[in-house]
C-alpha cells in the first residue's frame, strides 16, 4: 500500500506566502514525478506546478513567479512553495505521485486527501 499525506494548508491572508508538504509512504520503488493539483469550489481540479525525474519542474500560468515545487528524493517528498498568495489562489490542493510500487511492474497514479489553502482578509 502507499499513502500520500500533505501538510502546510491554512488559513493566510492576500500577499503571505504557506508553504506545503507531501511525503509518500509504503511499498515504494520508483517515483516518476510529484505534483500539486487544486480544486476550488465550482470548479474542475487544475495542475498547479509538477516536478518529474531528477528535478525537471512545470508550472501553470497562474503560479509562475509565485509557486516553487521542490523535491527531497530521498525522503519521497514534495513541497510547494506558495508566495503573494491571492484570494484566487483559495481551493484545495491535492498531492500526486506516478509511481511503481515493489509489487506491482507499472506506474500507478496516487493522490494524497487534500488539505485547504484559504486567501482571506
Known amino acids: 500500500q502507499v499513502q500520500l499525506v500533505e501538510s502546510g494548508g491554512g488559513l493566510v491572508q492576500p500577499g503571505g506566502s504557506l508553504r506545503l508538504s507531501c511525503a509518500a509512504s509504503?511499498?515504494?520503488?520508483?517515483?516518476?514525478?510529484m505534483a500539486w493539483y487544486r480544486q476550488a469550489p465550482g470548479k474542475q481540479r487544475e495542475l498547479v506546478a509538477i516536478?518529474?525525474?531528477?528535478?525537471?519542474?512545470n508550472y501553470a500560468d497562474s503560479a509562475k513567479g509565485r509557486f516553487t515545487i521542490s523535491r527531497d528524493n530521498a525522503k519521497n517528498s514534495v513541497y510547494l512553495q506558495m508566495n503573494n498568495l491571492k484570494p484566487e489562489d483559495t481551493a484545495v490542493y491535492y498531492c500526486?505521485?506516478?509511481?511503481?510500487?515493489?509489487?506491482?511492474?507499472?506506474?500507478?497514479?496516487?493522490w494524497g486527501q487534500g488539505t485547504q489553502v484559504t486567501v482571506s482578509s
Open positions: 500526486y505521485a506516478e509511481l511503481t510500487t515493489t509489487y506491482y511492474r507499472y506506474a500507478e497514479n496516487y
Open positions: 509504503g511499498s515504494i520503488r520508483n517515483i516518476n514525478a
Open positions: 516536478i518529474i525525474g531528477i528535478g525537471s519542474t
